[in-house]
């Protein structure tokens, strides 16, 4: 026995020596391996590089001492740094502490929460409302919950990445895959008719992230309704936009709450705070609470988030903000009809001028920040290869003359570049 053990102790000294000698050259060939992809990427035009900003998101942006106007926030309505939003967040700390100490069914779904979710049900029209701390989560739930073995997904081909990374983890439950052509009902319409999967679940943005146009809403819910499928939209970006106070994209649609329906926003974009929410039918409802691993297994979000959020959500009905925002979408699409690259269509705030080339968006990218305006390039594997692009987003926290900036901004590097 006592033998043994020295005999163990002796093998395990060895390899502690060995571990000493080769640790370096190990996670140098490990190092080596990612250093080569970062390489690779950065000659492709594909890396991306992260900017530190110092200042709270409004219309413009301070960068290593420049000051440039913003077309790259989600912050549509501009209530990011609304004073009433942050004054709600400061009271809901002082109530409700900074954070809410435990999930939401262990005892960490606090009033604030409830209230939130009580106001989000009333303001869709749906039954029940979940909230959740980020849209990147929401999704996750949604899909995957619903999808079993026998389930069938049918997704656009541009839906967001959160959307296909739900998909996937479908695939892993045994569900089937199908991914139409971007909002090709014809082309969907065909694949539900010839599907024998048991549940079907249909999945699109309701408002494409990179390209900001609009889904065949109506024609979606009459395929499912004919189809006997769910129907799940993801209204990041048509939530408090678009529709009648802001409701969104199914009011803009004119759809109404419905049983297949699964409506999924995010609170962080036009809202100007974070978090999400899904709402359906009061079943859906319960039937999320109690299989949505990302609802159930995670911290609820801080719950002064909750109380901003009862705030921004009584601003973003005041029609104002849409209106300043149509004003500006309206400017930008006049102007732009002269330019020689592709503005794609949209009446969203998301405004996509394609460029095509990686090199040529991120020169055109970087012109503009020459000229005080900071608009991301978008690039693959974000967009398909090919059609690089400016994706310029709007706000009803620009000024008009911000956006004569932009439009005299891309009509100088028009001139030098094309
Ligand atoms: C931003 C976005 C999400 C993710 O929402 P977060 O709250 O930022 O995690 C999901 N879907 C779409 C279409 C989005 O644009």
């Not at 035009?45 to 301070?62: F, I, K, M, P």
């Not at 309701?206 to 309704?225: H, I, T, W």
């Not at 699409?333 to 592709?342: N, Q």
């Amino acid at each position: 026995m006592i033998k043994k053990r020295a005999r163990r102790l002796k093998i395990s000294k060895n390899i502690e020596i060995m571990n000493t000698e080769n640790f370096a050259g190990t996670a140098n060939n490990l190092l080596t391996e990612l250093q080569e992809e970062l390489a690779q990427w950065s000659a492709a035009g594909q890396r991306r590089v992260l900017q530190a900003v110092d200042s709270a998101c409004s219309r413009t942006l301070r960068v290593n001492g420049e000051v440039l106007l913003n077309f790259a926030s989600n912050d549509y309505l501009g209530l990011a740094s609304h004073p009433q939003v942050v004054a709600a967040l400061q009271e809901g700390a002082g109530l409700w502490g900074a954070g809410s100490g435990a999930s939401h069914l262990l005892g960490g779904h606090l009033r604030a929460h409830q209230d939130l979710a009580d106001a989000l049900a009333a303001f869709t029209g749906f039954d029940r409302v979940l909230t959740f701390s980020t849209g990147y989560l929401a999704n996750l739930a949604v899909t995957p919950s619903l999808a079993g073995r026998g389930a069938a997904i049918f997704a656009d081909r541009l839906n967001h990445a959160s959307l296909i990374d739900a998909m996937q983890l479908t695939k892993a439950g045994g569900a089937e895959i199908h991914r139409y052509p971007h909002n090709d009902t014809g082309a969907l319409a065909g694949l539900l008719a010839n599907s024998r999967a048991k549940r079907k679940i249909i999945v699109t943005d309701a408002v494409f992230s990179m390209d900001g146009d609009l889904a065949p809403l109506s024609a979606l819910l009459a395929l499912a309704q004919r189809h006997a499928a769910w129907l799940v939209v993801d209204d990041a970006h048509g939530f408090g936009v678009l529709g009648e106070g802001g409701r969104g994209s199914l009011s803009h649609c004119n759809l109404p709450a419905h049983p297949q329906l699964i409506l999924m926003a995010t609170l962080g974009k036009a809202a100007g705070v974070g978090g999400a929410f899904v709402a359906a039918n009061a079943t859906v409802g319960e039937y999320l609470l109690q299989k949505a691993r990302t609802y159930i297994f995670t911290t609820a979000a801080p719950p002064a988030l909750s109380m901003a959020l009862q705030t921004s959500l009584r601003l973003l009905q005041e029609p104002q903000r849409q209106a300043t925002l149509r004003r500006h979408i309206n400017r930008l699409r006049a102007a732009c009809a002269e330019l020689p690259w592709h503005l794609l269509p949209s009446d969203t705030a998301i405004q996509a001028l394609v460029v095509g080339d990686n090199q040529a968006a991120l020169t055109l990218s970087q012109r503009l920040r020459a000229a005080a305006c900071w608009v991301p390039a978008i690039r693959p594997p974000t967009v398909p290869a090919g059609s690089a692009r400016l994706r310029i987003s709007l706000s009803a926290a620009h000024r008009d003359e911000d956006i004569d900036q932009l439009i005299t901004a891309l009509q100088c590097a028009a001139k030098t570049l094309v």
